[in-house]
């Protein structure tokens, strides 16, 4: 599982400087919305300080699921949803007071078409986030969760002291008492 789009993943260094120089610094305290699941997707940004939790509501429950996560150092938002107003397929939430450089889908859209280089990357960003999905398709198909347990401990080594185990249970599918075995199990080497 690595980062959506992450310091070490590809190069947004030229999306990153359109951010900061077009973009609006907004602060979103613990709670508050970036996105709504199923309305039009509007906006996408560059997570300076804080995190924030996807969440997709269950289709025959009323649980939440969390599908990802964004860091600061990282981007936030329902790409490509946001190119094209469609429906966000998450909730977007802080899970703490939380600041984004960001950026509507329209001005995003024109980024892209300023050059051969930002039209590029556009496809870079699409190919990144189909291979992160289908990673992630495969991982639970092929891993424990033990596994998938240890791989997100890899890719963010503190967030045990950032987030309630139940909501890092809901993001690698498995119940809140099998994250609890599981940590025992690392605790005492077994």
């Known amino acids: 599982m690595e980062q959506k789009f992450g310091i070490n993943s590809i190069?947004?260094?030229?999306?990153?400087?359109?951010?900061?120089?077009?973009?609006?610094?907004?602060?979103?305290?613990?709670?508050?919305?970036?996105?709504?699941?199923?309305?039009?997707?509007?906006?996408?940004?560059?997570?300076?300080?804080?995190?924030?939790?996807?969440?997709?509501?269950?289709?025959?429950?009323?649980r939440e699921h969390i599908t990802w996560f964004s860091f600061a150092g990282e981007y936030a938002g329902d790409y490509p949803a946001c190119l094209d107003g469609s429906p966000s397929m998450t909730t977007i939430e802080a899970m703490a007071p939380s600041q984004v450089l960001r950026v509507s889908g329209a001005q995003l859209i024109r980024f892209f078409r300023q050059s051969i280089e930002a039209m590029e990357l556009r496809a870079v960003i699409g190919e990144h986030l189909l291979r992160q999905a289908r990673a992630r398709y495969l991982d639970f198909h092929r891993t424990?969760?033990?596994?998938?347990?240890?791989?997100?401990?890899?890719?963010?080594?503190?967030?045990?002291?950032?987030?309630?185990?139940?909501?890092?249970?809901?993001?690698?599918?498995?119940?809140?008492?099998?994250?609890?075995?599981?940590r025992r199990d690392i605790t005492f080497g077994q």
């Open 144 to 182: 424990t969760p033990r596994e998938r347990y240890e791989l997100l401990m890899r890719r963010c080594p503190g967030i045990v002291e950032h987030l309630p185990l139940n909501a890092i249970a809901s993001f690698l599918n498995i119940t809140p008492k099998t994250i609890s075995m599981i």
């Open 11 to 62: 190069d947004l260094q030229l999306l990153r400087d359109y951010c900061e120089r077009e973009g609006e610094r907004v602060t979103y305290e613990k709670g508050e919305l970036m996105e709504r699941e199923g309305e039009a997707a509007q906006w996408f940004g560059f997570v300076t300080d804080g995190c924030f939790k996807y969440v997709a509501q269950g289709v025959s429950d009323i």
